[in-house]
């Protein structure tokens, strides 16, 4: 069975193993996830189930979305993740998943989330790019460099690596192990570093490329 859940960053830590090693962590909160929404093979061409997270306010939220959650009898939910699955007719609409209910220690997952925003950057911070000489007679640093040929074709390149904005992007860690799964305080601990800043929203799911 697919596994998924949706939770926020806090942040890392350290945990000691039963023979002294340490292990660096993420700590992710997991509340409970409702299901929203069923896709059918039948009627959508694929299984999926569609997933809310995090309570919101009802001024907060646009009328189309309403009348989904007003239709389906399901509580105002933040944000919505569809996630496929073999089988769908193991969950009911409004049915709340708990971590639990998907992962234990030991498992393998994949963490996706939005990386941090680093503004405008040069060449050198946003592609690894090396500088020129820092000698008095130099007048090239960290500037980008050759733009490429002269008369042919007297253009830049598509996809030529110049300064721009730099993070914001989705990101995914892959083959990550859940050192332990805390129920009681809605809490896993992941190990390793996870995308995105403190409170940032992740997805975890089951590990697609296995170790």
Known sequence: MSKFIMGRKLGMTQVFTEEGIVIPVTVVEVQPCTVVRKREESKDGYN??????????????????????????????????????????????????????????????????????????????????????????????RRPGSMGACSTPSRVLKGKKLPGHMGVDKVTVQNLDIVRVDEERNVILVKGAVPGPKRGLLTIKSAVKKK
Do not use: C, W
């Open 48 to 141: 999926a189930l569609v997933i809310g997270y995090e309570g919101i306010k009802e001024r907060r939220i646009n009328n189309p979305q309403k009348g989904l959650f007003t239709k389906m009898n399901v509580s105002l939910k933040k944000y919505l993740k569809e996630f496929k699955v073999s089988d769908i007719n193991n969950f009911e609409i409004g049915q709340n998943i708990k971590v639990s209910d998907m992962f234990k220690n030991g498992d393998i997952v994949d963490v996706s989330g939005v990386s941090k925003g680093k503004g405008f950057q040069g060449n050198i911070k946003r592609h690894g790019q090396s500088r020129g000489k820092e000698t008095h007679g130099s007048h090239y640093h």
